[in-house]
């Protein structure tokens, strides 16, 4: 696969790159200037979801990149998720990620999923965490690279029960491992803060006001009561007074009742009158309590800050239910699940696989010739990095890409083009850069070669690309 030209388009800005056959040298004299979001330009162009980098939306330019793959010139316009392909005689639209394989199958020639999803992982190098992506891990984004899976593709085996057992339990495992995570916070917030109610302030408030409220509903309801007594014994003394009611005395005289000599009357209406008075008065406090706090809870609305944040987090929180015990026990059986996955989908790779073999044999051909000693790459599934220094572990990440590519290209028959982000390490002599770039000449010379850097190498027959300040200047 040879790219031939890219241009991206950005509003009114716009960015035309013509690639040479061989090397390409993406040059500029100092950092920060555009050439690590060109180089991800190219792969997002090429349909991998790729993240942007700062300051830049993939998703809101127009890229259009030429290239020729088996002999055939592709034309690939692609803005956001639509993609347009055109040959000389055809035109094909695709939707990414959706149609991701059918688009790689396309230009690839090849339609095994195990060998295109190893394909980046292979050919390309991220400035960030490339550089120490020797077997396993995210090649950029979210795009992983797997050596289990690209020696399973290079041997044609289906391992995709396995494969999809495994992303089930690591979706798991990470979900549980969130819950124990939230547990361990529930015990540091109850260790800190002992008994304090973890309302929020706003709940707080809620409480109050309710509190409050139905103070003054029966507040309320008993003033009414008051006055409907007070109402009716009105009525009861006027009917007495049109009534002209005669009450006759022992000695046979008559008096006429009125509501001056109705016995109790002025006393019990007294006691009515003071108990409505009470009731006002608490009720217009009642209200006053209930005005302050509405009005408090408005302003204290448009100031929310972060402890007030904390106290609604935590009191969410809180209330989660989550049996500690019984999360640990159960990322433990993942766990084991997960090394007991591993292990069958390692024994499947390796096991009478010629793929692991010629891989073996590459690996063990460029390692040496960097100068690596045999207990670093004689095992080629190894998970212990840890003990690897910055200058041995970038030689031997640069080992296994090319024997990546070797293996790769023997199986699909199409070079790929070899993109390397910033080679130079800080832990890496200059004088081992070169060595390692000098293969690229004399084994991949059939391979295209991008490389993005602050140094100018001096390659044969370069091509380069100098960026000045940013990507569109």
């Known amino acids: 696969m040879i790219l031939k030209k890219i241009i991206i388009k950005n ?21 920060s200037s555009g050439k690590t979001t060109f180089i991800r330009a190219i792969l997002y162009a090429l349909g991998y979801s790729i993240p942007s980098t700062k300051g830049v939306n993939f998703k809101r330019m127009d890229f259009e990149l030429t290239l020729e793959s088996n002999n055939t ?6 803005r956001n998720d639509y993609m347009r392909i055109t040959t000389s005689d055809d035109e094909q639209g695709y939707t990414l990620p959706v149609d991701f394989y059918d688009v790689q199958s396309l ?11 190893s394909i980046l992982g292979a050919f390309y190098i991220d400035q960030e965490k490339g550089w120490t992506l ?22 044609d085996r289906d391992a995709s029960l396995l494969i999809k057992k495994l992303k089930k339990i690591d979706r798991e495992l990470s979900k549980y491992k969130y819950m ?53 014994n009105k009525q009861l003394l006027d009917l007495v007074d049109e009534m002209k009611l005669m009450v006759r005395l022992d000695d046979g005289s008559e008096i006429l009742v009125t509501r001056k000599n109705l016995a109790g009357y002025q006393d019990n209406e007294a006691f009515l009158i003071a108990k409505r008075r009470i009731f006002e008065g608490e009720l217009a ?24 944040l904390i106290e609604q987090f935590d009191a969410k929180i809180k209330n989660i239910n ?23 989908l390692g024994n499947l790779a390796k096991n009478n696989n010629k793929a692991v073999s010629d891989l073996c044999k590459y690996i063990k051909k ?19 990095l840890k003990s690897l220094s910055g200058a041995i572990l970038h030689k031997l990440v640069f080992a296994f890409k090319l024997a990546y590519i070797r293996v790769i290209t023997d199986k699909i028959g199409v070079p790929l083009p070899i993109i390397l982000d910033s080679p130079s390490g800080r832990e890496v002599k200059q004088s081992t850069v070169e060595l390692m770039l000098n293969v690229l000449q004399r084994d991949f010379s059939d391979h295209q070669v991008i490389i993005a850097s602050i140094v100018n190498f001096d390659f044969k027959n370069k091509n380069v690309i100098e960026f000045k300040e940013r990507m569109f200047d």
């Open 11 to 31: 509003g009114v800005l716009e960015k035309e790159v013509d690639f040479a056959k061989n090397i390409n040298l993406i040059f500029s004299e100092k950092n």
């Open 73 to 78: 010139e592709y034309k690939l316009i692609r």
């Open 322 to 344: 989550i049996n500690a015990i019984s999360v640990e026990n159960i990322i433990k059986g993942l766990k084991a699940d997960r090394k007991k996955a591993r292990t069958e």
């Open 134 to 155: 020797l077997n396993r891990g995210k090649a950029i984004g979210s795009i992983h690279f797997s050596i289990d899976q690209l020696i399973l593709g290079i041997a």
């Open 285 to 308: 406090e009642c209200d006053k309590k209930i005005f302050d706090l509405e009005s408090q809870k408005r302003d204290e609305g448009k100031l929310f800050d972060t402890e007030t």
């Open 180 to 232: 124990y995570s939230v547990s361990e916070y529930q015990d540091n917030i109850n260790g800190f803060v002992g008994n304090i109610s973890y309302d929020s302030y706003d709940e707080a408030i809620e409480k109050k006001l309710m509190v409050l409220k139905m103070q003054r509903y029966s507040l309320s309801n008993s003033l009414k009561q008051i006055k409907m007594v007070l109402r009716k």
């Open 366 to 384: 460029y390692a040496t010739e960097f100068g690596l000693d045999e207990k670093y790459y004689s095992d080629i599934f190894t998970d212990d």
């Open 107 to 117: 230009l690839i020639g090849h339609k095994n999923t195990d060998v295109l999803d």
